[in-house]
């Protein structure tokens, strides 16, 4: 099948929900994708913060062999080895807790909402049921993470969204203190706002935050779905603002392509979910998990978090040299290899251009240009994405 043929059966035959490029891959391996027509494209959006190994990783693809070829799927009402051993490590690489496993970002923040209604109903009867989120937050698509979602553009003819969400304005503790009343059972925070443009808390902010929570008995739920699993060069990055969440949900990178999500919590939060409370056919799949199992290995050896930390220093800094020479970056911020651009003019064009040159990044917001390599993405691959973007940024942006 040719690319066309590709473009044109998608769109007879499937929603038109994604504003796709009219580009098709057929191929990765690294952090590289190639074409139908073997065109190499330097990927730095890596799925959305999935493909934390790059593409076609060999011991992903042998972990994913050996399970396919031994077992698929059994269900949850049975015990399968791989499930039970990623289970162990995801405990000890987080907060020790127990986990419960699901297929996606959405359905752990969904699982998580259930848990921290259910915990609050177990611990202090009916009422305690409130949630609240940060204003720019992404948890989902379903109607517990849009709920959580507070963007108005993506209830828009959704509406009505789950009762009990209350949104505050990033950054400002008075008013996060104020909202977290007696009727409140969680805080769900992305330690890095990802969807919404690589957004930062204040620093200090998430420490406060964590405080007040155990102060007034409320959960704190890091949504760690695009931070987490070595992101921003530590398992969580939650570790590198010194929180330690009640609840962590985990998705995307987990299994480097398999759709796999986690949830984990401090065991007597976990306790509340028992028999019949919560379920998924599909969660914890052998085959997925035998993928993430795979990936805890090599996020796991050694100095590969210091190489994440030193490599997203390499690409802020490359990007800050670009910005400091152009009139039309605003300001590049990140962590580890989560690094966004801010700039005074559409992203779109730019991301567009990009591609056509052969790299692959993402307008996550129409002024914030998004990197999420792979976290094996190499130091010469870092400078060349510089390279390749430098080449195409609009000539009239270049200071005099
Ligand atoms: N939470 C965060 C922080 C995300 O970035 C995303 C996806 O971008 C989600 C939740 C939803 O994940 P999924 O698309 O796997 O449902």
Redesign the pocket.
């Known amino acids: 099948m040719t690319g066309a043929e590709a473009i044109a059966l998608t769109q007879r035959y499937q929603m038109g929900n994604y504003s796709r490029f009219p580009v098709t891959f057929v191929r990765g391996e690294g952090s590289w994708l190639y074409d139908d027509l073997g065109k190499p494209y330097l990927d730095f959006l890596g799925g ?1 913060a999935v493909a934390i190994l790059g593409h076609a990783h060999p011991a992903v693809t042998r972990a994913i062999t050996e399970q396919a070829g031994r077992l698929v799927h059994v269900s949850n009402l049975f015990h399968v080895p791989v499930q039970a051993r990623l289970g162990e490590r995801l405990s000890v690489a987080t907060t020790g807790g127990k986990v419960f496993f699901c297929n ?4 752990a ?1 969904e699982a998580a909402i259930k848990l921290a209604r259910r915990w609050a109903f177990d611990h202090h009867g009916e009422g305690r049921h409130g949630i609240v989120v940060l204003e720019g937050s ?4 379903t109607y517990g ?1 849009l709920s959580a979602t507070a963007q108005p553009k993506f209830h828009q003819g959704f509406e009505p969204m789950l009762p009990g969400f209350a949104t505050v304005p990033l950054g400002d503790i008075d008013a996060l203190d104020e909202a977290l009343t007696d009727r409140v059972c969680a805080f769900f925070v ?1 330690p890095i706002q ?2 919404s443009g690589v957004r930062m808390h204040p620093p200090g902010y998430l420490k406060e935050a964590e405080t007040l929570c155990r102060g007034k008995g409320v959960l704190l739920v890091a ?1 760690e ?2 931070t987490g699993m070595g992101r921003t060069g530590s398992f969580l990055a939650s570790e590198r603002f010194d929180i330690v969440p009640d609840v962590v949900t985990l ?2 990178g987990i299994a480097n392509g398999l759709p796999l ?1 986690a949830v984990v919590a401090r065991d007597e939060v976990a306790a509340v979910f028992v028999p019949g409370t919560h379920g998924s056919t599909f969660g914890g799949n052998p085959v997925c998990c035998a993928a993430a199992l795979a990936v805890m290995d090599v996020l796991e050896s050694a100095g590969f978090y210091d190489a994440v930390v030193r490599k997203g220093e390499r690409l802020l800094e490359g990007l800050s040299e670009i910005a400091a020479r152009r009139t039309d970056i605003r300001i590049v911020r990140g962590v580890g290899l989560m690094v966004g651009a801010e700039m005074a003019c559409e992203t779109k064009p730019i991301a567009a251009k990009c591609l056509d040159a052969g790299l692959v990044v993402n307008a996550a917001t129409e002024n914030i240009l998004r990197f999420l390599p792979p976290l094996t993405v190499t130091e010469g691959e870092i400078d060349r994405a510089l390279e390749i973007l430098s080449a195409v940024l609009p000539a009239e942006g270049w200071k005099s």
């Open positions: 959305i996606s970002g959405t359905e923040n992404f948890h989902g698509r993470g992305e990802g969807e949504d779905i695009q998705a995307k999500g």
